[in-house]
Nanobody
């Protein structure tokens, strides 16, 4: 079981940047693929990016060219670096940890609100 706590959200202007953090507790963080998801009001949750236990990132079309994902295994933190933010990026951003078997997103944080305004 991994407990996840996100931080770093807030109100930002169009074109601005934010860095979200997800702090994980649990001794197996190093062995887990971690991901970032978001959910906007009235929309389904969608994956933004994920990163393997070995540090290989995967960016969805949402993130390509604007966002990056990284992790610090020593601190048990995964980051989402967001640049060139748009109003459509407004959402609650949650991090998730994949099961050790690698077959499902098993643990979720409560999320952090990101609001992009003009």
């Amino acid at each position: 079981q991994v407990h996840l706590v996100e931080s770093g959200g807030g109100l930002v202007q169009i074109g601005g940047s934010l860095r979200l953090s997800c702090a994980a507790s649990g001794s197996n963080f190093r062995r887990l693929t971690m991901g970032w998801f978001r959910q906007a009001p009235g929309k389904e949750r969608e994956e933004v990016a994920d990163i393997t236990e070995g540090g290989i990132p995967y960016l969805t079309k949402i993130a390509e060219g604007r966002f990056a994902i990284s992790r610090d295994n020593a601190k048990a933190i995964v980051y989402l670096h967001m640049n060139s933010l748009k109003p459509e990026d407004t959402a609650i951003y949650c991090c998730a940890a994949m099961s050790e078997q690698g077959n499902r997103w098993a643990n979720w944080g409560k999320g952090t609100q990101v609001t992009v305004s003009s």
